[in-house]
T-cell receptor
Framework: GAVVSQHPSWVICKSGTSVKIECRSL??????MFWYRQFPKQSLMLMAT?????????EQGVEKDKFLINHASLTLSTLTVTSAHPEDSSFYIC????????????FGEGSRLTVL | AQSVTQLGSHVSVSEGALVLLRCNYS??????LFWYVQYPNQGLQLLLK??????LVKGINGFEAEFKKSETSFHLTKPSAHMSDAAEYFC??????????FGTGTSLTVIP
């Protein structure tokens, strides 16, 4: 099956710094990538949908200036948490769908962000 | 509007017993349906998917699910639970293949 890789898998940073998380589709072209946030023992909360070469579509309540998403190529999307604060600590998961459907999501391994 | 309901946030079964995880959906069009499994500190792994072919779908690790349009359900089953099945399970619906809606998840505990 298709492989999606996230990096880093775990990052610890100081409050006020910015952190970038990468999501790569290793063996397919991902026309659409999704970014999720997951709190402990809860479901995935969709943050934004990004299509290659265009601006991301953010879900209601997600600050687009706080969570910058870039989908510069068909194999790479990045999520940058700007001026991180402890409340941004969470598990962030990306997923990608292949061009042509029928719509299966391939998930990255997730990135755990801890803001001190 | 599309939504997914997973009844029972926690399910416990004995090792060797039947596993039944419930999922009901609402969708304005015949959807694609998925079950994903998540182990601690990992991403989601696809167990199986329904894409309008056979209504009984077989997945990995002995899991299967049956699409019942009349009941708008897509329950996940496994005849005999194994300790390694303990994980979080998510049902998801995709009406068009481009947007995905997840249930709140069911945590499966397997008792030895």
């Amino acid at each position: 099956g298709a492989v999606v890789s996230q990096h880093p898998s775990w990052v610890i940073c100081k409050s006020g710094t910015s952190v970038k998380i990468e999501c790569r589709s290793l063996d397919f072209q991902a026309t659409t990538m999704f970014w999720y946030r997951q709190f402990p023992k809860q479901s995935l909360m969709l943050m934004a949908t990004s299509n290659e070469g265009s601006k991301a579509t953010y879900e209601q309540g997600v600050e687009k200036d706080k969570f910058l998403i870039n989908h510069a190529s068909l194999t790479l999307s990045t999520l940058t948490v700007t001026s991180a604060h402890p409340e941004d600590s969470s598990f962030y998961i990306c997923s990608a769908s292949q061009a042509g459907g029928p719509g299966e999501l391939f998930f990255g391994e997730g990135s755990r962000l801890t803001v001190l | 509007a599309q939504s997914v309901t997973q009844l029972g946030s926690h399910v416990s079964v004995s090792e060797g017993a039947l596993v039944l995880l419930r999922c009901n959906y609402s969708s304005s069009v015949p959807p694609y349906l998925f079950w994903y499994v998540q182990y601690p500190n990992q991403g989601l792994q696809l167990l199986l998917k329904y894409t309008s072919a056979a209504t009984l779908v077989k997945g990995i690790n002995g899991f299967e699910a049956e699409f019942k349009k009349s009941e708008t359900s897509f329950h996940l089953t496994k005849p005999s639970a194994h300790m390694s099945d303990a994980a979080e399970y998510f049902c998801a619906v995709s009406p068009t293949g481009n947007q995905f809606y997840f249930g709140t998840g069911t945590s499966l505990t397997v008792i030895p």
